[in-house]
């Protein structure tokens, strides 16, 4: 039997290489004076692809305002200042043009130009956003957030040492344009990270306890090209398949985000970015996986065991128990093949830092909807078996 389920995906996709040309095409419908908001490598490693994209809303008739100070893990302080501009040139929308911090931080923007107070005030547990928050377009220059096609746009703020989100269905794109040509300037190791974070995305809305059919099946399909493709963009930035399929992992990986979630790596990993700021998202992640998957395997043998021949067909002469038990071995394989195994003394982080951690992670949401539930000690102990000894 079917179980009942929702699933909501209003953001018109605008998939294909070349179809950054079209930007003015969809947005004209949003109004006469845009934000971009644009992360400055797109403006360094992407000039000319960015300058058709500036062109193609200029042929249209469309004023643009461009802020351009992006950083990674966005902080409160970076948001507000766009926001400060949004507001002093009355933007009618916003268009996020880089990775996952840029299209996070003009969501972001998005409802601190149009609400009281700021930001930090629409976290997921505060207040939600109306509808009063500017449209949104997502441009995404890498494959790994899944931002542009998700109801979340995360954020952090410096002086708490906190790494949080909004969520909310009225900060989701009312248009990604997926262009994969775009993302042929990654630099392996944020290809690697990136494409990480589309596993972690999917396999994580797998085994949630939310889980639903058809999230399901967009999230094995994308497992499915991490597996196949992630390697290949790694080793050939240039492959343009290999980005393609990748950057359709990365839309897919949002929608499952956006209907589903994640479950205890993305609380532990928002809490290690919160605190260690030099952390990517997708390397906080690869950190914490190995002992997430040990101590969640026992609560879902049978999914654990479907990714597990995934990654390895020749699982299938054994039993689900055997090839839930091989999955770790699996993916610490894999993440050593795109470099990026690590543990937590690599990032600088110390034993006596994980009380501070287990403080944080505790607080997400994410955690009461893996197959098993963790509460302060255990999430303690996946912290300290993240550590080499």
């Given at each position: 039997?079917?179980?009942?389920f929702?699933?909501?995906?209003?953001?018109?996709?605008?998939?294909?290489?070349?179809?950054?040309?079209?930007?003015g095409?969809?947005?004209?419908?949003?109004?006469?004076?845009?934000?971009?908001?644009?992360?400055?490598?797109?403006?360094?490693?992407?000039?000319?692809q960015?300058?058709?994209?500036?062109?193609?809303?200029?042929?249209?008739?469309?004023?643009?305002?461009?802020?351009?100070?992006?950083?990674?893990?966005?902080?409160?302080?970076s948001?507000?200042?766009?926001a400060?501009?949004?507001?002093?040139?009355?933007?009618?929308?916003?268009?996020?043009?880089?990775?996952?911090?840029?299209?996070?931080?003009?969501?972001?923007?998005?409802?601190?130009?149009?609400?009281?107070?700021?930001?930090?005030?629409?976290?997921?547990f505060?207040k939600?956003?109306?509808?009063?928050?500017l449209?949104?377009?997502?441009?995404?220059?890498?494959?790994g957030?899944?931002t542009?096609?998700?109801?979340?746009?995360?954020?952090?703020?410096?002086?708490?040492?906190?790494?949080?989100?909004?969520?909310?269905?009225?900060?989701?794109?009312?248009?990604?344009?997926?262009?994969?040509?775009?993302?042929?300037?990654?630099?392996?190791?944020i290809?690697?990270?990136?494409?990480?974070?589309?596993?972690t995305?999917?396999?994580?809305?797998?085994?949630?306890?939310?889980?639903?059919?058809?999230?399901?099946?967009?999230?094995?399909?994308?497992?499915?090209?991490?597996?196949?493709?992630?390697?290949?963009?790694?080793?050939?930035?240039?492959?343009?398949?290999?980005?393609?399929?990748?950057a359709?992992?990365?839309?897919?990986?949002?929608?499952?985000?956006?209907?589903?979630?994640t479950?205890?790596?993305?609380?532990?990993?928002?809490?290690?970015?919160?605190?260690?700021?030099?952390?990517s998202?997708?390397?906080?992640?690869?950190?914490?996986?190995?002992?997430?998957?040990?101590?969640?395997?026992?609560?879902?043998?049978?999914?654990?065991?479907?990714?597990?021949?995934?990654?390895?067909?020749?699982?299938?002469?054994?039993?689900?128990?055997?090839?839930?038990?091989?999955?770790?071995?699996?993916?610490?394989?894999?993440?050593?093949?795109?470099?990026?195994?690590?543990?937590?003394?690599?990032?600088?982080?110390?034993?006596?830092?994980?009380?501070?951690l287990?403080?944080?992670?505790?607080?997400f949401?994410?955690?009461?909807?893996?197959?098993?539930?963790?509460?302060?000690?255990?999430?303690?102990?996946?912290?300290?078996?993240?550590?080499?000894?």
């Open positions: 039997m079917v179980k009942s929702n699933y909501y995906q209003p953001t018109r996709i605008i998939f294909g290489v070349g179809r950054r040309k079209e930007l095409i969809w947005a004209k419908r949003f109004g006469k004076k845009v934000l971009v908001v644009v992360d400055p490598n797109v403006e360094k490693f992407l000039s000319q960015y300058q058709e994209m500036i062109n193609s809303l200029h042929s249209e008739g469309i004023e643009t305002i461009v802020f351009d100070h992006v950083i990674p893990n966005p902080t409160l302080d948001i507000q200042e766009g400060e501009v949004a507001k002093k040139e009355k933007v009618d929308f916003v268009i996020g043009i880089g990775g996952g911090s840029a299209i996070d931080t003009a969501k972001a923007i998005a409802v601190a130009a149009t609400h009281e107070g700021t930001a930090w005030d629409y976290l997921y505060k939600e956003p109306t509808e009063k928050t449209p949104i377009i997502g441009v995404p220059t890498t494959a957030t899944g542009q096609t998700s109801r979340v746009s995360v954020l952090t703020n410096t002086e708490e040492k906190c790494k949080s989100a909004i969520a909310s269905d009225n900060i989701i794109c009312k248009v990604a344009i997926v262009d994969p040509e775009l993302t042929l300037t990654v630099p392996p190791a290809t690697a990270s990136t494409g990480f974070d589309v596993f995305h999917c396999f994580e809305s797998y085994i949630n306890v939310n889980n639903q059919p058809y999230v399901d099946m967009l999230a094995l399909e994308a497992i499915e090209i991490v597996i196949k493709y992630l390697k290949k963009a790694y080793d050939n930035p240039g492959d343009l398949e290999a980005r393609t399929k990748m359709w992992a990365d839309t897919l990986a949002g929608c499952c985000l956006a209907n589903v979630g479950t205890i790596p993305h609380a532990l990993g928002q809490a290690i970015g919160g605190h260690f700021p030099h952390v998202h997708g390397q906080s992640l690869a950190v914490v996986y190995p002992a997430f998957l040990d101590y969640t395997v026992d609560w879902a043998v049978g999914r654990f065991a479907k990714v597990a021949r995934m990654f390895n067909p020749e699982l299938e002469k054994v039993s689900d128990k055997e090839a839930a038990y091989t999955l770790k071995q699996e993916i610490v394989s894999f993440l050593k093949s795109i470099n990026l195994y690590y543990t937590m003394e690599d990032f600088g982080i110390k034993k006596e830092d994980v009380k501070d287990v403080k944080h992670a505790i607080e949401p994410d955690n009461r909807v893996n197959p098993r539930v963790p509460d302060e000690k255990d999430l303690e102990e996946l912290y300290l078996k993240s550590f080499r000894d």
